[in-house]
């Protein structure tokens, strides 16, 4: 848009584009975090909210009680034919592939819960397919977003901790009563949960060369609906990765840990330690030692408000900026491969080589010399 002239002949901002449109293919668990983002985009004259996908007429009576004013439909078609911008695909994961090819084919840009699809030669195929339509295509998990997560690669990168060559990772939980999808091969704990930490250390340490994994089963039995289903084969795993930098890194993932307290991620580097505080979908901060210091230094989470669905907001703004999203296909697509070198090694017991790699990412944040002039930390900084 052209900027107009006032009359003292100072330019004045052109007016704001219309918000840009975002549906819903799926109506589960993870949907209120995503309406958290879309309602501050709102408030922000960012988006207009399109139709959700209920298919469970209970679901539907529940959301409605809750939101009565949100669109609600009950097929994927009216979804698709909408006038939606953005489609966000939250089905069950064994869903996903078809629901991603499905939003494109129509000309939607998309955002897939992870995972994109059951394997990198699925997931290949729909990334091509949305580089051919010129729409972004993204898939959690988004912790690369995180203004903790980037302040710590900042620093790491900086080398304040020098060479990292060691690091641990864990996240786990009970596991779930509320899908049986949680428990099975799509969305066990490697695609479920492993995915968050191993997006993360390869944010930090770069891609990973090759890797050792063993499973293990808890014998923990669950309840659906009222019905007991057998113990999972496996809800317990372990990794160990080869960075191309030469650093080892471990990861634990289990579906069957009650509570624990470490940090999500541990950094040891030769002059130095750092920590992630918390979850790094959930980052509460991070703590540095260097030699040279000879202490610790903590730094709480620079945005309290921030969500582990904030990849809509990135997708959003890049769709309205016409500029890419801060995700790399191929950094996702690499963690495909390295999951599924998990599982060959696992069955094999043998370290399994990964043969992809992926750009280097920038993610770069300056430190934020206004944080404590922030009055409302319940809202980002953006929407002070």
């Not at 499905?102 to 729909?126: N, S, Y």
């Not at 912790?143 to 020098?162: D, K």
């Not at 479920?192 to 250390?201: E, G, S, W």
Request: charged share 20%; aromatic share 6%.
């Amino acid at each position: 848009m052209q900027q107009r002239v006032a009359q003292d002949g100072a330019a004045t901002p052109p007016p704001p584009s219309a918000p840009t449109e975002v549906a819903f293919l799926g109506s589960g668990n993870v949907l209120p975090a995503y309406l958290q983002i879309a309602d501050r985009l709102v408030a922000r004259g960012l988006v207009a909210l399109g139709p959700i996908l209920v298919r469970s007429p209970a679901r539907r009576v529940e959301l409605q009680a809750r939101r009565p004013s949100d669109r609600y439909v009950a097929t994927i078609e009216e979804v698709l034919a909408s006038s939606a911008d953005i489609v966000v695909v939250i089905t069950p994961p064994e869903c996903h592939s078809e629901h991603v090819a499905a939003a494109l084919e129509v000309g939607k840009h998309v955002l897939v819960e992870k995972p994109v699809a059951p394997d990198r030669a699925q997931a290949e195929a729909l990334y091509a397919m949305a580089a051919r339509s010129n729409r972004h295509l993204v898939s959690a998990p988004f912790v690369h977003l995180s203004h903790t997560v980037r302040e710590l690669w900042t620093r790491v990168q900086s080398g304040e901790i020098g060479h990292v060559h060691l690091a641990r990772a864990l996240y786990g939980n009970p596991g779930s009563n509320w899908s049986r999808w949680y428990h099975e091969p799509s969305g066990g704990p490697l695609h479920d949960l492993a995915i968050y930490n191993l997006k993360t250390l390869t944010a930090l340490l770069g891609p990973v060369q090759s890797v050792v994994a063993v499973h293990t089963a808890s014998g923990v039995e669950r309840m659906f609906d009222g019905t007991k289903v057998p113990p999972a084969d496996s809800d317990g795993w372990q990794l160990v990765l080869r960075h191309e930098t030469g650093a080892l890194s471990s990861v634990a993932a289990s579906h069957a840990i009650q509570r624990y307290r470490r940090p999500a991620i541990e950094l040891y580097g030769t002059t130095g330690t750092a920590n992630l505080l918390g979850d790094d979908w959930d980052p509460s901060g991070f703590e540095i030692w260097t030699n040279a210091t000879a202490s610790w230094t903590r730094r709480d989470a620079r945005d309290r408000t921030w969500l582990w669905t904030d990849g809509l907001r990135d997708l959003v703004e890049s769709v309205r900026a016409g500029s890419p999203p801060t995700a790399h296909d191929d950094h996702d697509l690499h963690l495909l491969d390295v999951i599924d070198a998990a599982r060959r090694s696992a069955e094999s017991a043998t370290t399994v080589a990964v043969d992809s790699s992926f750009r280097p990412l920038d993610l770069t944040i300056l430190p934020d010399a206004g944080a404590h002039a922030v009055h409302d930390r319940t809202r980002s900084a953006s929407d002070q």
